[in-house]
């Protein structure tokens, strides 16, 4: 069964274009079914983010090139389609269709994401 977005960041979705809103709507979705349930989701820093425990693990934003996805320990993953972000840990992909988004893909790195985490 999947579980409701967090009103805030379906409000916060519903203000994009309707591409974005595509790919934001769907990153989400698959974001709050996968993680634990008891994960932290709120706008972070003016976008959509997770947190466990209260640190950051994946968020998304807009950027130039397409909406992206990243994850504060990205690095650490060692997943080719990742690519580094930052002088820290963190690795991002770009979107620019919600085709574009490998839910198998998502999911493990989202997986990772709670096994691997940096304390920032």
């Known amino acids: 069964m999947d579980t409701p977005i967090n009103p805030i960041i379906a409000t916060h979705n519903q203000t994009r274009t309707p591409n974005d ?11 709050t079914n996968t993680l634990p349930a008891d994960t932290e ?12 425990n209260g640190n950051p693990i994946v ?21 080719p389609n990742l690519k580094p972000e930052g002088k820290f840990k963190a690795a991002e992909i770009i979107y620019t269709s919600a085709d574009d988004i490998n839910e198998e893909d998502l999911v493990r790195w989202l997986h990772k994401s709670v096994e691997t985490q940096w304390d920032y």
């Open 21 to 31: 809103r595509a790919i934001a709507d769907r990153l989400a979705t698959v974001i």
């Open 41 to 52: 989701n709120k706008i972070f820093y003016a976008n959509p983010a997770w947190l466990i």
């Open 59 to 79: 968020t998304y934003s807009r950027k130039k090139a397409g909406l992206c996805l990243m994850f504060w320990s990205g690095q650490s993953f060692e997943e």
